[in-house]
């Protein structure tokens, strides 16, 4: 059974469209539950999901995505967690996907990716993510592991404000624990939309070499917020 896990912060604009999405694309009898871990929205975002009658468990949480995600993995009941950001839609039948990946061995992935965007470059971006190189990944393209390996791993670190779905990705990989379904999951490009692609994928690419040449979370976090914020 799969435990899917939203973290939201004003998420107001898509968060209806996604658990609706979520439910008509899955076998309801693979899904324990569906768990929305807010970290304090100021909009309307916990009012529309406890509006719908879609038996959605609603979390309040400290903010920071990794908290967050954390949180709603204590309160899981699913042998499989599903992580997912409240802009990202998985394929249809994602349960299923996901599901036989486990079955076959593989106790963590992704989907490939897809933006919501004809932008030549983040056509290509979506494009090298059916890949399996390190560089390809990041939290927008979900991500599932099983109950047993996110515990042993310890879950997300909590000390990241950004990043944090890299540095589990990390450990993944380090344990060459990792597949990428492929199959495309569709994501906002609002990001790139709000500051400009090229900008974006500046400050994306340095925010990845200062973590590579030993950065801390403070000093990434830090960037993140003078730049991109």
């Known amino acids: 059974m799969i435990s899917i896990i939203i973290p939201v912060l004003n998420e107001s604009e898509t968060i209806k469209d996604l658990l609706?999405?979520?439910?008509d694309n899955a076998s309801l009898n693979s899904i324990s539950e569906i768990i929305v871990v807010d970290?304090?929205?100021?909009d309307d975002t916990k009012d529309i999901v406890k509006s719908l009658d879609l038996n959605i468990v609603l979390l309040d949480s400290e903010k920071g995505r990794a908290k967050q995600m954390n949180f709603g993995a204590k309160h899981a009941k699913g042998d499989i967690l599903y992580f997912l950001h409240a802009d990202s839609?998985?394929?249809?039948?994602?349960?299923?996907?996901?599901?036989?990946?486990?079955h076959k061995g593989n106790n963590a992935g992704c989907f490939r990716l897809q933006f919501d965007s004809n932008h030549w470059w983040l056509r290509l971006a979506s494009w090298l993510t059916q890949f399996s190189w390190r560089a390809c990944r990041g939290g927008d393209q979900s991500?599932?592991?099983?109950?047993?390996?996110?515990?042993?791993?310890?879950?997300?670190?909590?000390?990241?404000i950004i990043y944090e779905d890299n540095i589990l990705i990390n450990e993944l990989y380090k344990r060459n624990e990792f597949v990428v379904i492929n199959k495309k999951l569709r994501t906002s490009a609002r990001m790139y939309d709000k500051h400009g692609v090229w900008k974006v994928q500046y400050h994306f690419w340095t925010i990845y070499v200062k973590k590579w040449f030993g950065a801390s979370a403070d000093e990434m976090l830090a960037y993140y917020k003078r730049h991109l914020c």
């Open 143 to 160: 991500q599932f592991i099983t109950r047993a390996l996110f515990d042993e791993i310890g879950g997300y670190d909590e000390n990241y």
């Open 89 to 102: 839609f998985p394929p249809n039948r994602y349960d299923k996907f996901i599901i036989d990946e486990v």
């Open 20 to 23: 609706y999405h979520l439910i």
């Open 39 to 42: 970290g304090g929205s100021t």
